[in-house]
């Protein structure tokens, strides 16, 4: 080891000082023929290394809504109960992109509203399998999207999303998100499905395109200059999403996973892993069409739209978990923000309060556990472990200006004694929650907020939301 250490650096040594005499050798060729202003400067350029290859100015600007396009399958026949959830994040003349339909729209959707993404009619692909026939035709038609999509959207495009047409798109924290990433190197983003067995049928490796495939320009590029050869490859497949893996797999890319993608491949009440969200931005929803209401009391529609209103104050924050004590009542409270709160009459740590209680069912069920690809909690009829759950009711901005406040509405009576194990003090006449955030962006989530409890009276309780102190423990 050591005298391959010297070795190097006796011959980085030699390289450098024969770099310096070539530099100073030029310097004093050339200095005279050159009317430089400032000759020490001009020497340094010359005889420093050039560390790293500067990146040409357009792409040193942050990326931006207007750098990523969005593709959205969906189909005439699905179009008129699934356009509301396009267009509950759809912003008009500000994002990119289309909807792909199978086949013209009817006369009845004509004109095609403003507020939903414009459409485009998918290719005839009968070119491509004139010799080999896809097993399922949907699913090459579904990949070739991509390609259509770069056809018309490449310029000054850095980033394709791909969709449904009954995804949720979480537009600012997508940019933030992209924007920490070079997109001029090759990138598959996505994450899998939260059944375990959905991912053993197709593959741990893949991003569930409901859920989104994020791919950076350079692979996009490289996986359009290739389509018509995928296809035909993979014709057999029975997956549109596994075949865009494996194809991206033959370019030499592998997945990017990121936890704020969600294929959402559950079933029934979605509200227990809402409200432990993982600790990273929100970027989409899918399968909000099989998916209970998100709130109590409302349609599908109003759910989505009701978030919305939380996502348009704050998306850094949205569905981030907070969580602090009430001490002198040995209360646990955990809030998600913009969507729900939960008081536990027990006091909880994190690591805890952060697995998600099991309200829903997996999608597709395996034989036997484990079911999801994250730990639960089970529902508890115990008055120590169920919590009180409140949801969204409003969000405002506070007076000054410089906090948003979030309120939560109780969801039901409990229906259970207090704990008594925790000193017997029951939360049962709380009606509401009230939580201040600061009217900031919060993008550095490399550790989650604290907060604290300001007052509890009969009805309602406050929170504030704050950065954790250095040394602060949360138990
Ligand atoms: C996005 O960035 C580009 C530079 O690449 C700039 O021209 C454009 O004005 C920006 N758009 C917005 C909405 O900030
Ligand atoms: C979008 O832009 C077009 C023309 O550029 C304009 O006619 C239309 O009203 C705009 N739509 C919205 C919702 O701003
Ligand atoms: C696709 O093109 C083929 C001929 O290339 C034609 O026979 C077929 O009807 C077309 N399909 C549709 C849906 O237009
Ligand atoms: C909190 O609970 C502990 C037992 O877990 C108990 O010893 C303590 O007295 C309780 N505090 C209050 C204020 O009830
Ligand atoms: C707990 O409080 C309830 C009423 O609030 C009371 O009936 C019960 O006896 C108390 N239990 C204990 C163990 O103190």
């Not at 999207?145 to 980033?159: K, Q, S, V, Y």
């Not at 009391?297 to 759910?303: G, K, T, W």
Request: net charge neutral; aromatic share 14%.
């Amino acid at each position: 080891m050591a005298s391959q250490f010297s070795k190097d650096f006796f011959s980085a040594t030699i390289f450098w000082k024969t770099l310096l005499a070539l530099g100073l050798f030029l310097y004093l060729i050339l200095v005279p023929f050159l009317n430089t202003q400032n000759p020490s400067l001009f020497l340094i350029k010359w005889a420093s290394p050039s560390s790293q290859p500067s990146i040409i100015s357009p792409s040193n600007t942050r990326t931006n809504l207007s750098h990523i396009s969005f593709g959205l399958m969906g189909s005439v026949k699905t179009w008129p109960h699934r356009r509301g959830y396009l267009e509950s994040w759809w912003r008009p003349n500000k994002t990119r992109g289309y909807v792909y339909l199978d086949r013209p729209p009817t006369p009845d959707l004509l004109p095609w509203p403003q507020t939903a993404p414009p459409y485009r009619v998918v290719d005839n692909l009968s070119e491509i399998f004139r010799q080999t026939k896809p097993r399922f035709e949907l699913m090459p038609r579904m990949v070739h999207g991509i390609l259509e999509l770069f056809r018309e959207e490449h310029e000054d495009m850095r980033w394709i999303v791909m969709g449904d047409d009954d995804s949720i798109f979480f537009v600012d924290n997508i940019v933030d998100v992209l924007a920490e990433y070079d997109h001029t190197k090759y990138y598959y983003l996505g994450w899998h499905s939260e059944s375990v067995i959905s991912n053993y049928w197709f593959s741990f490796n893949q991003a569930f395109g409901g859920g989104g495939i994020v791919l950076s320009y350079p692979l996009a590029k490289a996986l359009v200059r290739d389509m018509d050869g995928c296809l035909i490859r993979y014709a057999q497949s029975s997956s549109a999403d596994l075949i865009t893996m494996t194809c991206i797999a033959d370019i030499g890319v592998n997945l990017t996973p990121h936890k704020g993608i969600h294929q959402v491949d559950l079933h029934g009440d979605f509200s227990g892993y809402l409200s432990a969200h993982p600790k990273v931005p929100l970027m989409t929803f899918h399968h909000f069409d099989a998916m209970d209401p998100i709130f109590p009391n409302m349609d599908r529609f109003e759910s989505t739209r009701h978030l919305m209103k939380a996502a348009d104050a704050d998306q850094s924050r949205l569905l981030q978990q907070t969580i602090c004590y009430h001490r002198q009542t040995n209360w646990s409270f955990s809030v998600a923000w913009g969507y729900s709160a939960q008081i536990y009459e027990n006091i909880f740590p994190r690591s805890y309060l952060q697995m998600p209680i099991e309200t829903f069912g997996p999608w597709a069920k395996g034989p036997k556990p484990p079911f999801y690809m994250f730990n639960t909690r089970p529902r508890s009829g115990n008055p120590c472990e169920a919590p009180h759950f409140f949801f969204l009711e409003s969000v405002y901005k506070s007076v000054k200006g410089d906090e948003i406040v979030t309120s939560y509405i109780r969801a039901r009576p409990r229906g259970l004694p207090a704990c008594s194990s925790s000193g017997n003090h029951s939360a049962d006449s709380i009606s509401r929650i009230r939580v201040f955030s600061p009217a900031k962006k919060r993008l550095q989530i490399d550790r989650c907020e604290c907060c604290d409890i300001l007052r509890v009276d009969n009805v309602k309780a406050e929170v504030k939301f704050r950065e954790c102190k250095i040394d602060e423990i949360i138990a």
